[in-house]
């Protein structure tokens, strides 16, 4: 099974900041991750696929990058709404994995 | 507009079974690649089914392999996961999702709770 463990568990930022969060997997997944967005009481919210391909409806200042085993999720200038736990995904190989998460919070 | 609402949801005893519906609207679910996914009350996200398009292919997690069963009615348009052997540890919200991109989780549903206590 593919862990993926995902750094800082809470980020403290301001609106107006920008974001880095970190999705580390336990071997290579090449590009084959994604991020959610998830809010108190909702689904998640698919943001990035293929480790670096916006959604569609997500804004552009969501953007992620990285392969093999290191992956980001940038959120530039972070709005209100941003706010929120981020979980990374892969789909490399079976089984599916989620990283345990990373809580932005308004600092 | 594409919506899935899941049902089925409850409060039943440790070793008991119930069955998740997960109704789709704006799509069709045997054009897709489906899952469920669920969430323990305070914590993360954990895969827990998928079923591919040709509905022959089904992937579950090691936690419920041999106790859940996934399928799907293509008449009812309505996906599926009959839950028997219930644990403690199957309390948790559970959301089903359309898949894009084999096996990313493009749609979601609001999710039902299930809850197994004595």
């Known amino acids: 099974e593919i862990v993926l463990t995902q750094s800082p568990a809470t980020l403290s930022l301001s609106p107006g900041e920008r974001a880095a969060l970190s999705c580390r997997a336990s071997q290579s997944i090449n590009n084959y991750l994604a991020w959610y967005q998830q809010k108190p009481g909702q689904p998640p919210r698919l943001l990035i696929y293929d480790a670096s391909n916006r959604a569609t409806g997500v804004p552009a200042r969501f953007s992620g990058s990285g392969s093999g085993t290191d992956f980001t999720l940038t959120i530039n200038s972070l709005e209100p709404e941003d706010f929120a736990i981020y979980y990374c995904?892969?789909?490399?190989?079976?089984?599916?994995?989620f990283g345990g998460g990373t809580k932005v919070e308004i600092k | 507009e594409v919506q899935l609402v899941e049902s089925g949801g409850g409060l039943v005893q440790p070793g008991g079974s119930l069955r998740l519906s997960c109704a789709a609207s704006g799509l069709t679910v045997s054009s897709h690649d489906m899952s469920w996914v669920r969430q323990a009350p305070g914590k993360g996200l954990e895969w827990v089914s998928s079923i591919r398009i040709s509905a022959v292919e089904t992937h579950y997690a090691d936690s419920v392999k041999g106790r859940f069963t996934i399928s799907r009615d293509n008449s009812k348009n309505t996906l599926y996961l009959q839950m028997d052997t219930l644990r403690a540890e199957d309390t948790a919200t559970y959301y089903c999702?359309?898949?894009?991109?084999?096996?990313?989780?493009?749609?979601w549903g609001k999710g039902t709770t299930v809850t197994v206590s004595s």
């Open positions: 995904q892969q789909r490399s190989n079976w089984p599916l994995t």
């Open positions: 999702a359309k898949e894009i991109r084999y096996h990313y989780m493009e749609v």
